[in-house]
């Protein structure tokens, strides 16, 4: 039990100094956004209880929100993935036998990981990005701006996987 509080303490620690240090720093053409620390949220075991989930993205959201200046908005997102975490699994898994508890790109399918990160990212993105703006005056600048960003994001969480994350 301490051997895993510890891995997943030291992988909230990496995530947010990766974002923070590194990632904030990339935007190509105000566009892309890389946001590699909802990884934690998605890596997080499915048998973790929903309140712990939810506790846990807000202290990630709020320290990435203490880091980049931002007043909340990485707070709301990353609460309401963790919070929408369970429906997203629900659907795309098809019984209950083919979810791993823990839900890496190791102990499932590639195409599994894919749709369950491809989703959770672009609700967190949405989120994200028009809280940000807070308008939908320029709604298709915004939701290309979250495509991309999507696309991105997705890329580097499953490149993290093959690379670091080998659970």
């Keep these: 039990m301490i051997r895993i509080i510890i891995k997943y303490a030291v992988m909230f620690i990496s995530l947010v100094l990766i974002q923070v240090l590194l990632l904030n720093q990339v935007q190509f053409s105000g566009f892309v956004n890389p946001y590699m620390y909802i990884l934690f949220i998605l890596l997080l075991p499915l048998n973790t209880p929903r309140f712990a989930v939810l506790m846990l993205a807000f202290l990630l959201g709020i320290t990435i929100d203490i880091f980049s200046n931002t007043l909340g908005i990485h707070s709301a997102a990353t ?89």
């Excluded at 975490?85 to 036998?97: A, G, K, V, Y």
């Design 79 to 167: 609460v309401f993935i963790a919070f929408i975490r369970p429906l997203i699994i629900r659907i795309i898994s098809d019984r209950e036998e083919d979810r791993s508890d823990y839900p890496g790109l190791k102990q499932n399918k590639l195409r599994w990981f894919l749709y369950y990160a491809f989703l959770m990212v672009v609700f967190h993105h949405i989120v994200l990005f028009y809280l940000e703006i807070f308008t939908f005056s320029n709604f298709l600048g915004t939701l290309f701006r979250i495509l991309l960003s999507t696309l991105f994001s997705v890329f580097v969480i499953v490149l993290s996987q093959f690379i670091i994350f080998r659970e």
